[in-house]
């Protein structure tokens, strides 16, 4: 069944600085919410209860991957940073260099870096260590997402807006399985969010927005426009999600996606999910009740459950 709103948000923390980023890992069940000056993690229970928050000693706090429930590697700048033994006195080691983003893989056990050289950087865990192993990559990379099974990437590609390209693995060093060349109006955007059944290629702070959906064993690509400009978008199965600065969360379903137009796309729901400051960074988490996870500017984090549609109209 399709999502139609979002329900009970409520405030499961507050970190008491600018949240930046945040990543879920499936097994064992968790959320970790990294914020910037000063630099903190939290890794939460995806029931709210209480986590644990970790104090870091790094310049900046811009992306987080969770290998474990024990280790996390963050961003900071160009550096990545492996945290071991977070639920206690974490050990910290640096591990990459030269990186511009870290994706995290929501089933865990490892990341990707994107460096500025057109290489990339795979953070594999290895029992309480990350091993890390660069690679060239194929192609002007400009943003990479995981799924817990594949890698999804955005190249450019003269004459378009790119080129999305769908791997099997952690990493796109295997051929692509999918490939879909976008509208030369999304060659100004530099982030994805991927999943099985639709992806977005987005730009924080762009109303412009290209969705990517697979059906009939093809993807197809186009550009929608939304009513105003998102500050962090994600998707769940055919859903998308778009978090913006004065609070809300508006949702878009499969169908409204499929018959989008060259209009202003409305939302399917919206929901103010009563966040202090502007809402920063969102996430979903769809193993058995689906969730989503939201971070505000003044160090809020918001949880709210993703409803679904009832078959009984």
């Given at each position: 069944?399709?999502?139609?709103?979002?329900?009970?948000?409520?405030?499961?923390?507050?970190?008491?600085?600018?949240?930046?980023?945040?990543?879920?890992?499936?097994?064992?069940?968790l959320v970790a919410v990294l914020t910037n000056d000063p630099v903190r993690l939290a890794?939460?229970?995806?029931?709210g209860a209480n986590g644990k928050v970790t104090n870091i000693s790094l310049s900046s706090g811009d992306d987080v991957a969770l290998l474990s429930k024990d280790v996390a590697v963050v961003r900071s700048g160009d550096a990545v940073w492996a945290l071991i033994d977070i639920t206690h006195s974490p050990k910290m080691e640096q591990v990459a260099r030269d990186a511009r983003s870290l994706s995290m893989r929501p089933s865990g056990g490892s990341a990707l870096a994107l460096s500025w050289d057109g290489q990339a950087t795979e953070l594999k865990l290895n029992k309480n260590e990350v091993d890390a192993r660069t690679f060239p990559l194929r192609g002007d990379v400009r943003?990479?997402?995981?799924?817990?099974?594949?890698?999804?990437?955005?190249?450019?590609?003269s004459g378009t807006g790119g080129e999305l390209r769908v791997h099997p693995g952690?990493?796109?060093?295997?051929?692509?399985s999918w490939r879909a060349e976008l509208p030369k109006d999304a060659a100004a955007l530099d982030r994805v969010r991927a999943g099985d059944k639709l992806s977005a290629v987005y730009k924080r702070g762009s109303a412009a927005v290209c969705v990517v959906t697979a059906s009939g064993?093809?993807?197809?690509?186009?550009?929608?426009?939304?009513?105003?400009?998102?500050?962090?978008?994600?998707?769940?199965?055919?859903t998308l999600f778009a978090a913006f600065a004065d609070g809300y969360v508006a949702l878009y379903d499969g169908e409204t996606i499929a018959n989008a137009g060259s209009g202003t796309l409305e939302p399917t729901s919206a929901q103010h999910i009563g966040a202090g400051g502007e809402l920063r960074s969102i996430s979903?988490?769809?193993?058995?009740?689906?969730?989503?996870?939201?971070?505000?500017?003044?160090?809020?984090?918001?949880?709210?459950?993703?409803?679904?549609?009832s078959l009984i109209s």
């Open positions: 069944m399709p999502f139609k709103n979002l329900s009970s948000p409520r405030k499961v923390n507050q970190l008491g600085a600018e949240v930046r980023a945040s990543a879920i890992h499936l097994s064992p069940e890794v939460l229970p995806v029931s943003a990479i997402d995981l799924t817990a099974t594949e890698t999804y990437v955005v190249v450019d590609k952690g990493t796109p060093e295997a051929g692509a064993g093809r993807l197809s690509a186009k550009m929608v426009q939304l009513a105003s400009k998102p500050t962090d978008i994600a998707v769940l199965e055919t979903t988490f769809g193993k058995g009740s689906a969730t989503l996870w939201a971070g505000s500017s003044t160090g809020d984090v918001i949880t709210a459950s993703i409803v679904r549609k």
